[in-house]
């Protein structure tokens, strides 16, 4: 028997209407606006950019404000956003030696062209609660400013290289990228489609399965090689001008990852790389990216896939915080039926047990 | 889509990418400002000002094979003037109003006598406000650089 049910739709509206007030809290207390969470909110509103898969400051902002702080649900918003417009091309690839670089540090080599740069940094704070920061500040904080050269600040993996003991890049292939958000992931999949994946993927996802590779749940013991921080200019070709243009700045958060590597019967000792890039200041994710990117390629070294890091249909299947929300959140879903269904069956099962006994 | 002129040289190539450069990296504002008064009844719109989005690609290690990293919004705009110079935007953003106005300000650059008077009013404005942004930028960074030094032990 079907039996359709209707209803809920005045429990629905109304409990709508009850999360926008309280999405708004006190109404004595002023209202956050999209500007200042953008200015102030910053590495949560990068973070959503970076996961939404979508470069707009704007719309992270208010993604953030209607999800009440909400990072997935957010992401969410930005993603079902971007499904609405139109894509009039892909970019020149980027060009991240020629960042502008806001933070530039090497773990592995101490003295480099253009030297160690910290940024603003979360780094060397004492981690202890500033409670200045309860009241409004008498006058904004002022940065230090030093004199600043046109100093050169080629990538670390690119100059350290000359000994070839650190593995070069693959020749710059013009091959066209796979793109997970026009076809379906399908094992095995191309580095190029796992870097997409990991630049959407969830941090906390990542992070994990990095500090599982770490802990020796995988074999990577990695050093980083370099994490820089800064602006880059994208540059599309549009057919109707047929030469390439600036159409903007993008702030990335890039990280190399250089991991020792004893050889196979087909290639030298020497070090491995794993790579990280995300929008925004993302150094976290981008960090633990580079080591999960070096994971996945244990097929490339004659590794042994042993452990989640280094799967890469258990991690790309499960990086994308949206889906698999979506998919937990289903459960929510009425299940009346299939749950009426499961109960006669218990039941049935019961009763033909106990007359076993 | 209209195609660039054949006088679209290397060299007016060169000169349009910097402007069109300048413009997309520029605050709205500034660009609306510069229209001329007047201007209305001379623009054609051949493409009105819409957003779409640009993929953003990186590369393998910074220097390997290119891979889709995430999208930028764009709002793009191509206008037409009466003498049929044509102008076209692709500026990041969804600021459809400055996409237009960068448009405009394209197929005026291409003018010679309107691009002398551009390059004084605009050009070197909006140059310069770029390069202060990122050196303000830069010397705020530099003040962050390492400077190691090595303790000497008296053993």
Redesign the interface.
Same mark, same amino acid.
């Given at each position: 028997m079907y039996v359709a049910v209707k209803g809920g739709e005045k429990a629905i509206d109304n409990a709508h209407a009850l999360l926008a007030e309280e999405r708004r809290g006190d109404p004595a207390v002023p209202e956050l606006s999209i500007a200042q969470i953008k200015e102030q909110m910053t590495l949560a509103v990068d973070r959503v950019?970076?996961e939404g898969?979508?470069?707009?400051a704007?719309?992270a902002a208010l993604a953030l404000k209607q999800a009440r702080g909400d990072a997935v649900e957010a992401i969410f918003l930005l993603r079902a956003y971007?499904t609405t417009?139109?894509?009039?091309?892909?970019?020149?690839?980027?060009d991240?030696?020629k960042m502008?670089?806001?933070?530039r540090i090497s773990a592995t080599f101490?003295?480099l062209p253009g030297?160690?740069?910290?940024?603003?940094t979360f780094d060397y704070t004492h981690r202890l609660l500033d409670f200045s920061l309860m009241a409004d500040a008498a006058e904004a904080p002022r +940065?230090? =400013?030093? @004199?600043? #050269?046109d100093a050169a600040m080629p990538?670390v993996?690119?100059i350290l290289n000359h000994e070839g003991l650190i593995e070069a890049?693959?020749?710059? +292939?013009? =091959?066209e @990228?796979? #793109?997970?958000?026009r076809e379906p992931l399908t094992f095995p999949a191309g580095?190029?489609?796992r870097?997409?994946n990991l630049?959407?993927g969830d941090e906390g996802f990542v992070l994990a399965l990095a500090y599982s590779s770490q802990r020796g749940f995988g074999n990577n013991h990695p050093f980083a090689g370099e994490i820089r921080l800064g602006g880059v200019?994208?540059e599309?070709v549009?057919?109707?001008?047929?030469?390439?243009?600036?159409?903007?700045?993008?702030e990335?958060t890039?990280c190399?990852m250089i991991t020792q590597f004893t050889g196979s019967k087909t290639q030298p000792p020497q070090f491995t790389?794993g790579?990280g890039?995300?929008?925004g200041r993302n150094e976290r994710k981008a960090m633990a990216m580079a080591i999960v990117d070096r994971s996945l390629r244990a097929g490339e070294f004659d590794e042994e896939r042993r452990f989640p890091a280094q799967d890469e249909e258990f991690v790309l299947g499960h990086s994308d915080n949206v889906e698999a929300s979506g998919f937990l959140q289903h459960l929510k879903l009425p299940h009346y039926v299939d749950f009426q269904g499961e109960l006669v069956n218990v039941r049935a099962l019961r009763a033909e047990a106990e007359t076993v006994r | 889509m209209t195609r660039c002129t054949a006088s679209d040289d290397a060299a007016n190539a060169a000169a349009r990418q910097g402007w069109m450069r300048l413009f997309a990296l520029s605050d709205a504002a500034a660009l609306e400002a510069a229209l001329p008064g007047g201007l209305a009844d001379e623009v054609r719109v051949l493409r009105a000002p819409e957003v779409g989005l640009v993929m953003v690609r990186g590369r393998t290690g910074g220097g390997g094979a290119p891979f889709n990293l995430g999208e930028m919004p764009v709002a793009r705009c191509s206008v037409a003037l009466a003498d049929g110079t044509v102008g076209h935007a692709y500026v990041a953003g969804r600021d459809r109003a400055k996409a237009r106005a960068a448009a405009i300000l394209d197929a005026l650059m291409q003018r010679p006598e309107a691009r002398a008077e551009l390059e004084r009013t605009l050009i070197a404005p909006l140059s310069a406000a770029l390069a202060a942004r990122r050196q303000a930028a830069a010397e705020k960074t530099a003040a962050t650089r390492v400077d190691f030094f090595t303790m000497v032990r008296g053993d």
């Open positions: 950019m970076s898969s979508l470069y707009d704007d719309l971007r417009l139109p894509r009039f091309a892909a970019s020149l690839p980027v991240t030696a502008t670089i806001n933070r101490k003295d030297g160690q740069v910290l940024g603003p +940065a230090a =400013a030093a @004199p600043a #050269d990538r993996v690119d890049d693959s020749a710059p +292939a013009d =091959a @990228p796979g #793109d997970l958000t580095r190029d489609l870097l997409q630049a959407r200019e994208v599309i549009p057919e109707e001008l047929g030469f390439p243009i600036v159409i903007g700045e993008a990335l890039e190399h790389r790579y890039l995300t929008f | -």
